[in-house]
């Protein structure tokens, strides 16, 4: 039986057969359709982190990530990118490189540091790990149950959630499959893209 994080893997490697790229910092590219410019890529995947970078996290935010999301930090991707942004898994950005060539996560630093207060109610234990571009509603975790949600962007009040990491990882990646053709095409660009 495969792991929830197994099936995770296979799921962002759905477009493989549309081609992969290696950057020259180490982010995999997946699935580039011919109908799509030359730097555009369905799927981003970022260079794992090691336990140096996730020290790093804890102290700058002051929490304890659950270890379901540093398995997948660590094991799977630094964030990630789907469909140009539909939906985003922030990560960790050391150093900021403008090199097409060098491909780089949405910051987590942005809304867990920088722009925290424009959310209203967002605990200390509450930390932001992405979001979807239809209308900005982000996701975040609950550091102490590992529980996950989605709120706006402006509010912390849960709008939906799931119980673990994985399990919104898993069931928001096929839900988000079936929003596109096997080449990537939206099927529809006026349905949201949000789980509500």
Known sequence: ?????????ELLFKYSRLGIKKTMNGATLIGHPDYLKEDWWLVELFPQLNID????????????LPESYVYFLRNISNGLIFQFGT???????PDFNRNIECRLPFDMYIPNIYERE?????????FVIGGYDYDGSQLYMDTNTGRVFLCSNTDSAPLYHWETFEDMLLSELKRLYCLYTEDGRCIDDS???LPI
């Open 87 to 93: 939906f985003a898994l922030y990560g960790y950005v």
């Open 191 to 193: 349905k949201t893209t």
């Open 1 to 9: 039986m495969k792991t929830k994080f197994e099936l995770i893997r």
């Open 53 to 64: 970078d996730i020290a790093s996290i804890e102290k700058e935010v002051s929490v304890k």
């Open 118 to 126: 424009n959310i209203s109610n967002l605990r200390q234990n509450f």
